[in-house]
């Protein structure tokens, strides 16, 4: 398992070791015992999730208020770009964000701690995204911020996007505000 720290130094790409041959691929997707050893990071996991979207699909940005939840997503079929946006108060990158393109093939995994708000937008015909999260989802908790916010800034690199026009949204994250700073 390589690591590598992204702008936001708590961000987290990580890159398992991936055996290939003539017959397919073997990867140990998460070892926790590894995981804590490589990163340093003293996390239990809780709950895995597993979604699938279209291309053009927009998830995000969300978090929750209470039981803040830190995310491991990996991307199993397809292409996203992941985006987390640092709204932990007092942080010297609070306002700031970070992205990495995910892909099945690369096998790679962003590690988005507690208290970064996070979204993705599918590149592929259609993605399945997995992540597993340190706190239960709790719908009385989780909040949104609009995925355009000028304050915020996020380059969702639209310029590689396969389609024209926007990305098709939740109601939710249609009505999410904008980034309070």
Known sequence: MHIQ???????LLITPDVFGD?????????????FAEVTGLGVTFVQDNHSRSRQGVLRGLHYQVKQLQGKLVRVLAGEILDVAVDIR??????????SARLNAE???QLWVP???????????????VFYKTTDYYAPQHERAIRWNDPTLAID?????????????????????PPFAG
């Open 5 to 11: 720290p992204l702008a936001i130094p708590d961000v």
């Open 22 to 34: 003539e017959r397919g691929f073997f990867t140990e997707s998460f070892n926790q015992r590894v």
């Open 89 to 98: 108060t007092g942080s010297p990158t609070y306002g700031h964000w970070v």
């Open 106 to 108: 690369s096998h790679q």
């Open 114 to 128: 507690a208290g970064f708000a996070h979204g993705f937008v599918v590149l592929s015909e259609s993605a399945d």
């Open 156 to 176: 969702w690199q639209r310029e590689s996007w396969p389609w024209q026009g926007e990305p098709t949204l939740s109601e939710k994250d249609r009505q999410a």
